[in-house]
């Protein structure tokens, strides 16, 4: 949901609020995935937007040196794995899973797409990348115009009130799902159903997933593991915004 949500957002603030731009071309094709469509990545015209997973070992020098922008989108990881989990349930790609426990156990171990997510963030969070926006997925659920605001300076983009308005609207929840442009329902047969692609977007849903014992392991894990990192996630949201 995040990387998708950023997608949406970016091709908002470059088209200043105008939701035609969201209109006749999937979010796919005009952010297409550096790992997956090289080719496409190399067609587009500047500035490019670009959507990656990499973690930082593994990202273009471009990437790791500061040529290029980049914005991270952090999440909970919670709810990283709930939501990880019901995707790849729903990926005909993927291995499904047995059940939440062994999911849960493969996560720790760094076994799933991209390999660890503790790796993950430390690689980009230790990185001395000069041009690196940090944004937090529970940051744009509880305040997405403030979101914006930062995004827009950190792009060099100057929107009216009236454009991030446009912004937030047109990149709410519904909206997403509702768009078949965002919400994969024209994508090819990549999912078991591509409607449910977008679930639920909601922080704290990892609370009707974890048990008490699994939630207690993770933290210590991750406290142990995220040392040093000064990590300060949003674990729920009691009074969330409707979409």
């Excluded at 591509?194 to 014992?213: E, L, P, Q, S, Y």
Aim: one cysteine or more; proline letters at 5%.
């Amino acid at each position: 949901m995040g990387t998708n949500w950023m997608q949406v957002l970016m091709r908002l603030v470059y088209a200043e609020g105008d939701h035609k731009c969201l209109e006749g071309v999937a979010s796919w094709e005009k952010t297409p995935w550096l790992e997956l469509q090289k080719s496409k990545v190399l067609q587009l015209s500047r500035p490019r937007i670009i959507t990656s997973h990499f973690p930082h070992r593994l990202a273009p020098h471009a990437l790791q040196e500061g040529s290029a922008k980049v914005i991270y989108v952090a999440r909970n990881p919670k709810d990283i794995i709930v939501s990880l989990y019901h995707f790849c349930k729903n990926a005909l790609f993927m291995e499904m899973p047995k059940d939440f426990q062994s999911f849960l156990e493969v996560f720790i171990d760094g076994k799933v797409l991209m390999g660890s997510w503790f790796e993950h963030i430390q690689g980009w969070m230790e990185c001395k990348h000069p041009q690196l926006l940090y944004v937090m997925y529970e940051d744009m659920t509880k305040d997405l115009p403030a979101v914006v605001r930062r995004m827009c300076t950190f792009l060099g983009k100057t929107l009216t009130e009236v454009q991030i308005e446009s912004v937030v609207k047109h990149s709410s929840f519904t909206a997403m799902k509702n768009n078949p442009m965002t919400n994969f329902s024209k994508a090819e047969k990549l999912f078991e159903d591509n409607i449910k692609f977008f679930r639920k977007g909601k922080v704290g849903d990892w609370k009707n997933h974890f048990t008490v014992a699994q939630s207690e392991w993770f933290d210590a894990v991750y406290q142990e593991r995220t040392v040093g990192l000064g990590l300060d996630f949003t674990w729920d949201l009691p009074e969330q915004p409707a979409s």
